[in-house]
């Protein structure tokens, strides 16, 4: 039952937008009274908040998975591979990307996206700080805050805006910004 209303209220999130985003649309799209609905969610804001952390969730395992999974990798290989991983990720589901960033008030999403940051900042920070013939920034722990936002900020605004650029022209620009910025 508790699968099936956060899996309605991603799918009325996604159709309707979150303004008209309601307990009883969701009843309705799982098929289920909305009394019932309120067994186990109390309001649409905890519909919500159960449909943003998993989205999250998948969206920073993902990445992180591939950014663990390339500690061992130097430079160039690293930044494209990581990118490349967060930008599959973001594109499994452009839709609910778009109202996570474009819709929620700031307030329900701005503490869990800080949280999955601080974690990708902190596993770069390692990478920057243990690897000083590629960073010749003085603060790692900066030069990481500075990589992860903007790289993020970049994946996103590809997926949501999708600009006249491809994929690869993308990435090789976040490998190019990267570099430069490490070696500077």
């Known amino acids: 039952m508790v699968e099936r209303i956060v899996e309605a209220g991603r799918q009325v999130l996604v159709e309707d937008g979150y303004d008209t985003f309601s307990t009883n649309r969701v009843a309705a799209a799982a098929d289920v009274s909305p009394g019932s609905l309120y067994q186990y969610f109390p309001d649409k804001a905890s519909i919500v908040a159960v449909v943003v952390d998993r ?3 998948e969206t920073s395992e993902l990445v992180a998975a591939a950014l663990s999974d390339r500690i ?3 430079g160039p290989a690293m930044v494209r591979d990581t ?3 967060l930008l599959a990720a973001l594109e499994r589901d452009p839709a609910l990307l ?3 960033y474009e819709e929620l008030p ?3 999403t701005h503490a869990r996206l800080t949280q999955v940051e601080r974690q990708v900042r902190h596993l770069a920070a390692a990478y920057l700080g243990a690897r000083p013939e ?3 920034r003085p603060d790692a722990a900066a030069a990481a805050w500075i990589m992860v936002l903007a790289i993020e900020n ?3 605004r590809w997926v949501l805006d999708r600009p006249d650029l491809t994929r690869d022209q993308l990435l090789d620009e976040m490998v190019a910004l ?3 910025y490490l070696l500077s």
């Open 98 to 100: 778009r109202v996570v």
């Open 55 to 57: 989205y999250v969730d």
């Open 106 to 108: 700031l307030g329900r």
């Open 83 to 85: 990118a490349d991983a």
């Open 178 to 180: 990267i570099a430069g």
């Open 72 to 74: 061992t990798e130097l």
């Open 134 to 136: 590629i960073n010749h």
């Open 154 to 156: 970049l994946a996103v």
